[in-house]
């Protein structure tokens, strides 16, 4: 699969992730550089948000959008992206963020394969979206086509009307 990323083409690494699927369970490390793992949630619907990086506008927008519409809702929200721990802290603290999971994958780069997200070349996660039933089954997935656009919200949001 390819996305337009900087106006280029360029290729995703990994496996595809299609609706129907069952997500990989993964290993990323979260704002104290401990472990995570995606089968330490709980059993609910949860949402996955691959970024490129918390410091891009974009990025920033799509992630602040989303704590925002999940602030009074039960369900996870995790975002991973390359970013150190400390990027993804600061920006925790500057939004007052207490509901969306910020992970790294610096430092066992097994999302980004798992998931199909990584951009080849560049080391970076491209944009894509995963919405999980409580058994992590794919209900939906959207990989966006041009990194620099932010995802459906009205499709994504569907999912999660009560």
């Keep these: 699969?390819?996305?337009?990323?900087?106006?280029?083409?360029?290729?995703?690494?990994?496996?595809?992730?299609?609706?129907?699927?069952?997500?990989?369970?993964?290993?990323?490390?979260?704002?104290?550089?401990?472990?995570?793992?995606l089968s330490s949630l709980p059993k609910t619907k949860k949402l996955i948000l691959s970024i490129p990086s918390i410091d891009t506008?974009?990025?920033?927008?799509?992630?602040?959008?989303?704590?925002n519409y999940f602030s009074n809702k039960n369900y996870p929200v995790i975002v991973i992206s390359q970013d150190l721990p400390f990027a993804l802290s600061r920006w925790c603290a500057i939004r007052n963020n207490k509901k969306i999971q910020t992970?790294?994958?610096?430092?066992?780069?097994?999302?980004?394969?798992?998931a199909g997200v990584l951009l080849e070349g560049s080391e970076l996660l491209?944009?894509?979206?995963?919405?999980?039933?409580?058994?992590?089954?794919?209900?939906?997935?959207?990989?966006?086509?041009?990194v620099g656009h932010e995802p459906n919200y009205e499709e994504i949001l569907k999912f999660f009307e009560d």
């Design 57 to 67: 506008g974009v990025c920033e927008t799509e992630t602040t959008k989303f704590m």
């Design 103 to 114: 992970l790294s994958e610096f430092k066992y780069k097994d999302f980004g394969k798992k």
């Design 1 to 37: 699969m390819k996305v337009k990323f900087g106006g280029n083409d360029v290729n995703l690494i990994g496996n595809e992730i299609k609706v129907g699927d069952i997500f990989p369970d993964f290993k990323a490390v979260d704002l104290d550089f401990n472990d995570f793992l």
């Design 126 to 146: 491209t944009r894509a979206v995963f919405v999980l039933d409580e058994n992590n089954k794919v209900l939906y997935v959207d990989y966006v086509k041009v």
